[in-house]
Structure formats: C-alpha cells, structure tokens
C-alpha cells in the first residue's frame, strides 16, 4: 500500500496526518508513506522526526485580498499541481489523503489528473478553500465536528496521537503529580494557552494565582516561551513545596499526557485539536476561544459545551473576578467535576486514527 498524506504548514494539519500515518503503518508495517509539504512549513522538522519521507513542493499561499499577487497564483499553482504529479507517479500511489491547508490544493488536483483516488479530512467546523474543493473531487470525505458541512462528509473525529488516546488519567493522575512535583491530596488547575501560550489567560491566572492557591487549588501553569502577560518573578515569589498548595509555571510542558492525567479541569483555547484531546482523554475544561478571526474556536468548542463536558467564556470576560466566581466553584465540587468528566469522555473520540485508517486502506484496496 502506497499513500501520499497532503498534511502540511500547520501543526492543525500535520498533527491529524501524522496520527493517521502511524496507524497505517500499525495496519500495514510494509505501507509506503510519503507527506507532501513545502520548505517553510512545520513538516519539515515534525516529518522526518516521525520517520517518515518528505516531498516537497512549492507553496501556494493565496492572498486574502485583491492584490497584485493574485497574478501570479495559476502560474504558481500549476507548478505545484505538477510537482505533486510527479510525487504522486514516483510513489506509484494508491491514496493520497489531504487535511487540508496550501499544501492540499495541488494535492487534489494531481491526484485527480493523475486519476489517484482521494481522501479528505476536515478539522474544523468551517470548512477551508482547499478542503471545499477535495471534497468536490471525491466521496470519500470526513470530518473532525460534528457540525462541520461538506459535500458527502462523515463525522468521524480527529485522528489523535497514541499517548493521547491510551491515557487513563484516573490511573495515572498519581505519577502524573509527581512528576510535577504537585500534592496528590489537592485539586489540580491547568492553564494554557497552547504552545505559544496565551496573554489573556496568562495575565488572568497570574492575578488569580493567590485566591487560586488561598482555595486549596493547585496550579500548573504553562505560559508558552515567551511568557507574554506574565509578572516579572520576583525573589521569593513561589510558596514553600509542601507547606500548600503546590503553584508550578513553566515556560512549555513537552508532556502533554502528564498534564492532563495531573490536572482536575483546565483552562485552554478552543482549537481543534485541543478541544479533541481534552474530550478523548475525559478532562473537563474551560474553553476560551480566540478573541479575533471567523469565531471558529467557539465552534470547536460548542459540541463539547452542549454535551456538559466543559464551558466556554469570551476572552474579554476572562478576568480573576471570573476565576473566582465561576471557575473555582466548579474545581472545589467533585461531584460537577465527575458529571463534566463522563460527559467529555463520552463525547470524545478515541479510535478516528484507527476509523480513518481503515476507511484509507478500503480506498486504496480499490473501494472508490
């Protein structure tokens, strides 16, 4: 089995493609896999790290207004469409699956001059350009949101990576403390705002950290590497271990796993693939969902809100007041917190890599 993955230029992209590549190949241990990407995105580190080969075309980035580059974009799209092509010959492919993103674009369209059957996957709930138009070319077509709309679409989840999926936060919760260096007698907050970290959250846990603390709440607070919205530290400012509760702030945490089988609830942003690995793993959260751009972190976040397994709050009433009034109220009544666990991990996928891998191997056995 040979399958071309298009899952470059963003983590969103590669981090689904990637856990469906390693379920292949879990599958099929003889599978050639071969990622398209370009020379500035992600991939070019996340890939090979994985083990898996690269192929690289050119971007094509289409500008979001009426520019004068608009120009060149046919002459630059067909160079990519026939970069792919060749990919796609030189790999002999029986599949090619795209996550969408500039790197798919070219992806569809070589596979359809090239007569490659097509899989499409959709994270989000709005549907990008390039995914608008694989899903076009195919029926082959599944989505990560239930409420996400495309042409023949299944819901099926995000595909998730195995330390995600396999965590048993309640069997683990223990070593996961210890690990941090938290009290396994005391309720865990986790803060983050991603891998770039947040401002509003960060400036919002660090003014609440000391009723956070005085609640008998801890804090695992991870402020991304530039520490933006953070106070300076000041000499003396982290409480004695052991003496209460325990208040860690780090720059990044490359443990993701641990953090969630520490933590009791977490307050994150709401992109895609946050909101389907706190689901799968049952974490209860509070979403904050970016401030700016088409609202779609709200979207990510509202299936898991309506099923009880978090809430959700603007980033403009993201305030201590409100981590003192709403949020601490939830994190001190364990009986909420079990309700919003069960109602997270009954919503959460577990298996979409294993699902997806399946329905990859059907298309390129011939089931188009």
């Known amino acids: 089995m040979r399958v071309v993955l298009a899952g470059g230029g963003t983590a969103g992209h590669i981090s689904p493609a990637l856990a469906l ?11 050639v896999l071969t990622f398209l990407g370009t020379e500035r995105g992600l991939e070019t580190r996340l890939v090979p790290q994985r083990g898996y080969e690269l192929a690289v075309i050119p971007p094509v980035p289409l500008p979001r207004s009426l520019t004068p580059r608009l120009l060149t974009v046919p002459g630059r799209l067909a160079a990519a469409i026939g970069a792919a092509v060749r990919v796609l010959e030189e790999t002999g492919a029986d599949a090619l699956v795209g996550f969408g993103g500039y ?6 369209l070589a596979a359809r001059r090239r007569r490659v059957p097509i899989v499409v996957h959709e994270a989000n709930p709005r549907p990008g350009l390039a995914n608008r138009i694989g899903a076009r070319l195919t029926r082959h077509v599944f989505t990560g949101n239930p409420d996400a709309s495309l042409p023949h679409a299944r819901y099926i989840g995000i595909p998730l990576r195995r330390e995600i999926t396999e965590l048993d936060r309640r069997e683990l919760a223990g070593k996961a403390r210890a690990h941090f260096g938290l009290r396994p007698d005391l309720p865990v907050l986790l803060v983050t705002g991603g891998s770039q970290g947040a401002r509003s959250l960060n400036q919002a846990a660090a003014a609440a950290a000391g009723s956070i603390l005085a609640a008998g ?7 991304g590497p530039r520490a933006e919205g953070m106070p300076a530290p000041e000499a003396g400012e982290r409480p004695p271990t052991g003496t209460g509760p325990a208040h860690l702030v780090v720059p990044y945490i490359d443990r993701m796993d641990l953090a969630y089988a520490a933590a009791d609830l977490v307050l994150c942003r709401a992109g895609a693939m946050t909101c389907a690995e706190v689901a799968a793993v049952g974490l209860p959260a509070a979403f904050v969902p970016l401030p700016h751009g088409n609202g779609e972190q709200r979207l990510n976040a509202e299936p898991i809100v309506r099923a009880g397994g978090g809430l959700v709050v603007e980033d403009s009433r993201l305030t201590p007041e409100w981590i003192r009034g709403a949020l601490l109220p939830v994190l001190l009544d364990s009986g909420a917190l079990a309700a919003m666990a069960g109602a997270a991990a009954a919503f959460g996928v577990r298996d979409a890599d294993t699902r997806l891998a399946a329905e990859v191997i059907s298309v390129a056995g011939g089931g188009r």
């Not at 390693?22 to 099929?28: G, K, N, V």
């Not at 790197?103 to 569809?108: D, E, F, I, K, L």
Request: charged letters at 15%; glycine letters at 4%; proline letters at 8%.
């Open 103 to 108: 790197v798919s674009t070219p992806g569809y």
């Open 217 to 223: 709440v801890q804090l695992l607070h991870v402020t």
């Open 21 to 31: 590549a390693d379920a292949l190949r879990r599958a099929d241990p003889s599978a």
